[in-house]
């Protein structure tokens, strides 16, 4: 890509970026970039089809600088549409649903999927957080719908013959999913004496200083647009994902995957088995850091072999 070009793209990204949850913006964006460079011609004319139904569509062309070509343009507008169900949580026409601030389902509700005409923002399908005790506490209930079974939901509506307004808005979520479920904090919730409800995929883990809990680290240990590489470029810097890993299209062992990394190497030293406030090393963040760029470029290989596969 010339630099002219990378220079353009760049722009867009930083436009929309935002306090968005699970990898930010930054590696969402990143997780859609290399999906799209690995996505086939006919996928990716399917996908830019059904973006255009999203009523968020105007404004991601609108961010792109003119004299973009057409191939970076479709993919500055999927890297995009990867942050949509993110930036709705701070849009007024969008309600929290739910319990405990829209993070815990509530009723049979919760679980339908019936397109943009629904104005709930569904917080709680960001993540399935499988619980686990060191300290042998009884565990809670494992929180249904959540993003395992809305991941399986859209997969099969985006396999069928239902229409293309529903499959726009299944189309939006999965690229978003496919990313949150790849961050093994969305996979887990440590469940001790003290908090017997778990700790919230470790946003009730604490830190010293800022961000202040162990779930905003790993959000944005990959980076973010004001402070890292922009998206575009950190994303064709990561190496290939191992094609053998890629061709695993089971979500649930996506998460099995993202719940083992946190149980390994999110709730170790320097953190406890208390709940801190705790101060990360280096060592730490490197380590933490290194398994993102992996999961991040995982993410996006799994997500192109779903749509060129399974895309109708």
């Not at 509530?106 to 917080?123: F, L, Q, S, V």
Request: proline share 6%.
């Amino acid at each position: 890509m010339k630099k002219q070009i990378l220079a353009a793209l760049v722009f867009a990204l930083c436009l929309n970026t935002s306090s968005a949850l699970a990898w930010f913006d930054f590696g969402h964006e990143a997780v859609a970039t290399i999906a799209w460079n690995k996505l086939n011609p006919n996928t990716k004319d399917r996908v830019m089809f059904l973006l255009a139904k999203n009523p968020y569509y105007s404004k991601w062309v609108a961010a792109i600088p003119p004299g973009t070509s057409d191939a970076d343009k479709n993919m500055l507008i999927f890297a995009q549409s990867a942050t949509w169900v993110d930036v709705i949580k701070k849009d007024p026409a969008y309600q929290s649903d739910g319990l405990d601030g829209g993070n815990k389902p509530n009723g049979p509700a919760c679980a339908e999927n019936i397109g943009y005409t629904d104005t709930r923002m569904h917080k709680y399908w960001h993540y399935d957080d499988t619980p686990f005790s060191p300290d042998h506490t009884a565990l809670p209930p494992h929180a249904t719908p959540n993003a395992q079974t809305q991941i399986e939901a859209f997969r099969k509506v985006l396999s069928s013959d239902s229409s293309d307004d529903l499959k726009s808005y299944d189309l939006v979520w999965l690229i978003h999913l496919v990313g949150d479920v790849h961050q093994p904090l969305h996979c887990v919730t440590r469940v001790t004496h003290d908090y017997p409800q778990g700790d919230k995929g470790g946003n009730d883990c604490k830190l010293n200083g800022k961000p202040n809990n162990i779930h905003s680290i790993w959000d944005g240990i990959v980076g973010d647009a004001l402070e890292l590489p922009p998206a575009v470029k950190f994303a064709q810097s990561l190496p290939d994902a191992s094609k053998s890993q890629a061709k695993k299209k089971d979500e649930k062992v996506w998460i099995a995957e993202s719940n083992k990394l946190a149980r390994k190497n999110v709730y170790i030293q320097p953190i406890d088995k208390t709940n801190g406030p705790f101060d990360l090393t280096e060592k730490y963040k490197q380590k933490a850091r290194k398994i993102g760029e992996q999961r991040v470029a995982l993410a996006g290989a799994r997500l192109a072999n779903v749509l060129n596969t399974e895309l109708k």
